[in-house]
């Protein structure tokens, strides 16, 4: 390891950090990540940093050899099982609405015409107001009364 390796290593430890391709067992040639152009060093130069308390998250972190990047460096592959916490629901109450029955025409001229008187009279309202959240309250409020 050199100095920039060691301070590297410092870095992580310090932000409680964890350097993945050094935590898994592998054959060297699934963690060098550099090899030389006349193929006599290989060293591993990159790698994956994570925080220590997703260290379980992480199944394996290896190097792809065959990835073809146009590159001296090889491509770092890492797996993980993610384990999302689910969150209960709001407790907003969703409205449904019947669109089908905007299929008939009676009720379909009816809604229009609600719909135009409403935004007519938000018209005037907005007129007066400034603030875009009551805007949007006006807006919403005339679609919820007309539906």
């Excluded at 060297?28 to 550099?34: L, R």
């Excluded at 394996?60 to 890492?78: K, P």
């Excluded at 009816?110 to 006006?138: P, V």
Aim: hydrophobic residues 35%.
């Amino acid at each position: 390891m050199n100095e920039n390796g060691e301070r590297f290593a410092d870095l992580c430890a310090l932000n409680q950090m964890v350097i993945g391709g050094s935590i898994f067992p592998h054959k060297n040639i699934h963690k060098v990540t550099w090899r030389s152009p006349d193929h006599t060093i290989e060293n591993q130069i990159d790698h994956i940093c994570f925080v220590k308390r997703f260290r379980r998250s992480f199944q394996d972190v290896r190097v792809m050899r065959g990835a073809g990047v146009s590159s001296d460096h090889h491509l770092i592959m890492t797996t993980l099982k993610l384990k999302l916490k689910k969150y209960p629901a709001t407790n907003a109450v969703r409205k449904r609405y019947n669109a089908q029955t905007l299929q008939i025409k009676d009720v379909q001229e009816k809604f229009q015409i609600s719909i135009a008187n409403g935004f007519s009279a938000l018209r005037d309202i907005i007129e007066n107001e400034t603030d875009i959240e009551k805007h949007w309250q006006h807006t919403k409020n005339i679609w919820h009364e007309t539906c």
